[in-house]
């Protein structure tokens, strides 16, 4: 069954028990994949976190020599045969030219792997976004998936690419300098280190109180990409219908929305930072205390302390990182939320396990007993429909709207799927041929034809390799290629956003002939002619049915019931009933539904 919607998010009370969140851990297997990569970027950020420490440990070897009074006299000579001076000069310039190199190299290791993570985690959650079927989209706003998609995945790179290393950062940085410091001195290390417990109550209190604010700020960002999408594909409308407050304040009323939750986390995030530098101070100020008690009883040296506090001031670095890393960690969740809602998403309409390609030509299609109604419905748009086409025929489908015509042209394109009764085709149940191997035989119009960005010929050779000939020659068919010829850059003519740049007749016309390119067994038609005038109708159909179309079946729907007139049966249907058929003169002959509509639209209906 298909997920409903976008996962839901957890309850605010899962939210205040989580300290970082379940769903930023989906990210570690795709990390995996790549683990030679990432293991070496551990192993080269624990390498520089060692290198990082070696110059404090020689300076405080140096301030120990130094206060010995023992010094060479001779620069030269202690530099043909080093002298403890020079050697720890040199020591300290190997440890940051490891730092350099190790450090360098890690940060290579970890962002390539950040965007190979980032590729993959967009590329399975654009997979199974397209794999959906049609009724999910009905009822969400392409901008907010749209955002899920960049905002929202590019947030998850971050965290590969930034609180991973952080993350080594603070693990290495402190285990390595408590294994110094306790060396040094178990005294002077539980000073430092006993007051740094007051954090762990510090850490759980932000997170689990920042997380919802988090969630819901990029909650409002999807909603603002939806309403800017919408507005700006509709400006035209929205400008006829002097809308643009209308608008403004929705936008205003998202953009709020997410103003108030980033300055509600901000003010949580800036309490908590400020905790830890007062902790930072409550352990310095009793380091230096204990040191000082600590060096007047011997027990340590000037050297050992200089390094003690060397490097103490060192870990105060990894406080904040961790201040940095939970409040990116707690962005990754919410949108790792929305990324991962949408990897995890399974179709209701998709392959069986049996199912086989249709290999051979499509030679009818069949309607047996099909009820359905649309999903979160309960309104039936067909009841008990049933109708054959052969090969080769042409059958017109007409009726008031909701009627249930376009329907039937979604089922056949497994759009949908019925509650009741089968589709079928050459006498198979649809469900028991592959998707992919039953669309590739089916050339689809639909009323509203959509073209993308793009040159012309892109649009009619959309997805396929086709040569200029073959593209020129569905346009022909198509009747568009007398307006294409006349366009300075030809089949090369940008189309625009959505077409645009064309008229609504040009634009259908242009959406046939890419429906016409693969020679498809089966032609739907959905309104397909209700742009065209009807010297130009007249024109297409001439060109579809004449003697190399006419071995394809057809199916039109269509309110101008000229258009159909030549259909070899027509379907007339009523509240999802088919009430009658036949062909056109025969039609006409029983005064029933078609003939009415017929008088209405030729103007022979007599005035009361």
Known sequence: MAVPGVAQDSSDLEDQQQIVGRRIWMVVPYILVYWRRALGGIISNAVARAFDLIPFVAIGMAADYYSSGVYTSDLIESIVSPSPEVRFGLLIFAGFTGLAVAQGLSDYLWQ???????????????????????????????????????????????????SSTSIIRLIVTFSTAFLILIWMSYKLALTLFLPLLLIAPMVYWFSTRVQRRYRRQRESTGGIVAILEN??????????????????????????EYRDQAISASAIRNRFVPGLYVVAGVAFGLLVTVGGFLMAGDEITVGQFVTFLLISTRMTMPLFIMGLLLNQLQRGEAAARRVFALVELTPSISDNELAIPLDDKIESIEFSDVTFAYPGTETRVLNDVSFSVDNGGFTGIMGHTGAGKSTILKLIERFYEPQVGQVLINGVDINEYTLESVRSRIGFVSQEPFLFFGSLRDNVAYARESTDEEVEEALRTAGAWEFVKDFEDGMQTMVGDRGVRLSGGQRARVSLARALLTNPDVLILDEASAALDAETEKKIQQSLFGSEGGHRLTIAVAHRLATIRNA?????????????????????????????????????????
């Open 231 to 256: 507005v700006l594909a509709g400006i035209t409308v929205v400008q006829a219908y002097n809308a643009t407050d209308h608008e403004r304040e929705r936008v205003h009323g998202e953009s709020a």
């Open 112 to 162: 390539s792997t950040a965007y190979k993570v980032q590729h993959d985690i967009r590329m399975d959650a654009t997979s199974s976004l397209m794999a959906m079927e049609a009724s999910y989209f009905e009822v969400r706003q392409s901008g907010n998936l749209m955002s899920v998609l960049s905002a929202d995945v590019a947030q998850l790179e971050d965290i590969v690419s930034d």
């Open 568 to 608: 070899g049966e027509i379907i007339c249907m009523v509240d999802g009933v088919i009430v009658e058929r036949g062909p056109h003169e025969a039609l006409l002959s029983s005064n029933g539904v078609y003939a009415s509509q017929w008088s209405i639209q030729t103007g022979d209906l007599l005035e009361e």
